[in-house]
Structures are given as structure tokens and as C-alpha cells.
């Protein structure tokens, strides 16, 4: 998808992200400054001060979406929307009339995403990642990780909001923070492991490994309606972008093919659930998600996108069987 090297847009991935033995390892975040209530931080929450770089079709970007939407930030914050795709240099915003909801970046008029990265950093060196949080005050990137993002929107914007819903309550943080991680490395970025392998032995690991943890959650599904007890919580929504696209393009494309989640009745029911919560499916687009995997060159050089996307996340769930 291409990297910057000292300011320079560039072809090609960091060979940093591929292990001696073939795995995937992504690499970390570089922007991780963070927006707090008080501004005790350097970046006060205020309406109309920060603007979200994403695509609807990255899981880390849909992470932000979601939380936008939950804590009734719409116009608090705006967004800027890349055409699904991969393009020559990246992420991209522009009008596009197949795509009228990808709305292009009116605050900046970026047209390409690393332009925000060497905006910030005139010799920024590494990958231009969507969720990207900017900060129109100060001109600048204040954070690219969606982990943190989503921690900010979750509680320092509830005054501008005016929805106090916590989904990272205190009594519940260490049982969040511990199946977070499983999810992550095993689920969220497993995928990618499975999908961006260069060896038979690290795509079977992350294959394994994937599996292992999916039966795991159908299992625990079965016995409690949300991953930690009888709330929805931050995990819910960690793990909720990446069962929507799994179906339509992990797992063809990826080579997650052992089932589908429609296959798991546990986990099938409760995506829907998750999906109809109100203001969700408002950030679910299916058929963005099969044009944007597909056009990865490296797992689809011949650029061919697939005419379906079989996934109905409207119908009923059966998640009212259980607690909550």
C-alpha cells in the first residue's frame, strides 16, 4: 500500500513488519498524544476541534465510527472518508459519485492521507494508517492508534455529547484489558497474520491460533450475552468490525476458511445483536469491505472484486435468551 520514507511517499511495506520466519508483525503507532477533558493533556475536548481521518473499510478506523456514533459525536467531530480501495498513494479522499458516502476532507483539503503525516511531520518515516485523529488547533496528528482513540471518545467528550455511557468501567477493566489482548493478537490481528504470512508455518500459527480463539468466544457467548458479563463493553467493540468483515473477505481472501461465523451460532447471533444497537449500523458497509481487501495487490494481483457480499446482519439474533 506504500510508506513514507523521510517525508516521501513511497511503494512497497516495511520490512520490519515481516519476522525472520515469515510471520506478520505490525507495527506500532506513532502519533499518541491525548485529548482529555480538562486539556491537563495539551488537547482539550471541544466541539469542533478535532476531525477523524478513516475508511469504512479498515476494522481500526470502524472502531472510532462506532464510538462517534455511541456517544453521540456526530457533530462534535467531524470525518473525512477515504474511497474504498487501495489507491497509488494511499488512502484517498475525493468526490466520487459510485460512493457519495465517502465524504472528502473539507477541513484540510488533504486528498491524500499523508499529506496529514508530513503536515505533521515534514520527515515522518513509516506507514499512513487510518484512524487518524487531527486536531484543527494546533494543525497537526494528535493520534493514530484506535485503541486510545476510541479510550478518548469514550470518556472525555461526555459533556459535548451528553452520553455518559461508560464501556470501559473501572470494576471491569482488568477482564477487559485481558480478553482485549487475546482478541487482538489472536482475532483482530490474526487475521492479518493469516492473511499477510510469507511462510506455510506462520500462516498455520496464526490460522491455529485464530480458530482456537473463535471457538473460545462461541463458547463463552454461550454462556453470557456480551464478552464480559452483562454489559456491552470496549471488547464487544474490538471484536465487533472484525466478525462483520470476516465473512465477506477474510475468510476467501485471507485464507481463514476453516468456517464462517455464520457458522457459529453463538457468535452469529450476537454480531447481529451488536449490530442493531442504535447508531451501528449506520457504520457498517459490507460492500466497501469486499472492494477494499480485494484491491490489495499482494493477496489479489489479478484486482478481479467479487459481485456478492453475503452477509444479512439485519435479521433477528437470539441474544434475549441470555442475561443482561
Known sequence: MGVLIDGVWNDGTLPEETGAAGEFKRKDS????????????????????????VAHGCPWAHRTLIYRALKKLDGAITVAYSVPGLREQGWTFEDDPRYPDCIPDTVNGFHYLHEAYTASNANYTGKVTVPTLWDNKTKRIVNNESSE????????????????????????????????????????????????????????????????????????????????GRQITEADWRLFPTLVRFDVAYFSLF????????????????????????????????????????????????????????????QPHDRGRLAA
Open 30 to 53: 506513532s502519533f499518541r498524544d491525548h485529548i482529555t477533558a480538562d486539556g491537563s493533556s495539551g488537547f482539550k475536548a471541544e466541539p469542533g476541534r478535532y476531525h477523524l481521518y
Open 149 to 228: 482513540i476510541i479510550r478518548m471518545l469514550n470518556a472525555a467528550f461526555n459533556e459535548i455529547g451528553g452520553e455518559h455511557t461508560d464501556f470501559y468501567p473501572k470494576p471491569l477493566r482488568a477482564e477487559i484489558d485481558r480478553i482485549n489482548e487475546t482478541i487482538y493478537h489472536n482475532v483482530n490481528n490474526g487475521v492479518y497474520r493469516c492473511g499477510f504470512a510469507k511462510t506455510q508455518a506462520a500462516y498455520e500459527t496464526a490460522y491455529d491460533g485464530l480458530f482456537a480463539t473463535l471457538d473460545e468466544l462461541e463458547a463463552r457467548l454461550g454462556r453470557q450475552r456480551y464478552l464480559v
Open 255 to 314: 485464507k481463514c476458511n476453516r468456517q464462517r461465523i455464520a457458522d457459529y451460532p453463538n457468535l452469529n447471533n450476537y454480531m447481529r445483536e451488536l449490530y442493531q444497537v442504535p447508531g451501528v449500523a449506520k457504520t457498517v458497509t459490507p460492500r466497501y469491505y469486499v472492494i477494499n481487501y480485494y484491491s490489495i495487490a499482494r493477496v489479489n494481483p489479478t484486482g478481479i472484486i467479487p459481485k456478492g457480499t453475503p452477509v444479512d446482519l439485519a
